[in-house]
């Protein structure tokens, strides 16, 4: 284990015992805040400089937003907690060979952007920024958090023609557990930590399971959907990908991979091929129309 890790364990597993609400506190910092930037990749550089930025400000933190094309056929792309748009790179040239801009940006926190905290609701945001500015999306392909953030952003009134989405968890009230297992920390901070995220990351949100779960009410959300898994993720476990098939039918299509892991699915060359052919089967259906 990490000692970073270890030490965080065993210094708020402890407090705990004397001063459960102190070392909830503690633990929700840390939850809160990424705990490393991202850093731009060099197989991502080509790729990251070719974009148009613009600025964009959401809960009073700087934002910047990547534009590759002249806004045509516009595909938001939304990138998951601790990582960052050009994760997208090795995506980006194959939707521009199908006529599409990609639109990303760099969440609060991550990135080039500014701040050092965001949350789901801040992605919704920014994604309904996005579309004011750009118009309807032909897609939106999601990773990890993004996804949570595009099942909530759809059912809120975000307009798109379809939904990739990549590793994510079937609800966002899953994220404290997943938080507090890596971390080592017991039930105790677990239960301080789940209050304080209700209570003050989503003030006014009754019950946070409920809202943010992605299975509820799927006729809310009536675009095709492709969900990429990888069976061994050890972030998101593969049944969140299986919740969400058994919640929205057939018209969500499963790909479950064998040694991706919960990062290195997103630049899989196979699973990059499923996700082109997903959206360009969009452009087969209107032609065929």
């Not at 050009?86 to 939707?95: E, I, Q, T």
């Not at 049944?239 to 299509?253: F, N, P």
């Amino acid at each position: 284990m990490d000692p970073a890790v270890a030490l965080i364990r065993t210094t708020l597993n402890t407090a705990s015992l004397l001063a459960p609400g102190a070392a909830g506190r503690a633990a929700f910092a840390l939850f809160r805040h990424p705990l490393r930037r991202g850093r731009l990749r060099p197989h991502e550089q080509h790729v990251h400089a070719r974009a148009a930025t613009e600025r964009l400000a959401v809960g009073g933190k700087p934002v910047v937003a990547y534009r590759w094309g002249d806004g045509a056929r516009p595909v938001l792309l939304l990138h998951g907690w601790q990582s960052r748009a050009s994760r997208f790179a090795p995506l980006v040239p194959r939707l521009q060979a199908l006529g599409m801009t990609p639109i990303a940006f760099d969440a609060p926190g991550h990135g080039e952007s500014g701040g050092r905290t965001t949350h789901v609701l801040e992605y919704r945001e920014l994604a309904f920024r996005l579309q004011e500015r750009y118009g309807d999306f032909e897609a939106v392909v999601a990773h990890s958090l993004g996804v949570n953030a595009a099942f909530l952003a759809l059912r809120g009134g975000l307009r798109a023609g379809r939904l990739v989405a990549v590793a994510g968890a079937a609800e966002v009230s899953f994220m404290p557990a997943a938080f507090c297992a890596a971390a080592g920390l017991n039930a105790r901070v677990e239960r301080r930590l789940r209050q304080l995220v209700e209570r003050e990351m989503f003030p006014g949100v009754e019950d946070v399971a409920e809202y943010f779960d992605a299975t509820r009410h799927p006729a809310e959300i009536a675009v095709p959907i492709l969900v990429a898994h990888d069976e061994g993720d050890d972030v998101v476990p593969v049944d969140h990908a299986h919740r969400l098939k058994s919640a929205y039918g057939d018209r969500l299509e499963l790909l479950v991979t064998r040694g991706l892991g919960h990062r290195r699915i997103l630049g899989e060359p196979a699973v990059l091929d499923n996700a082109v052919g997903f959206l360009a089967a969009a452009d087969r259906t209107a032609g065929a129309a």
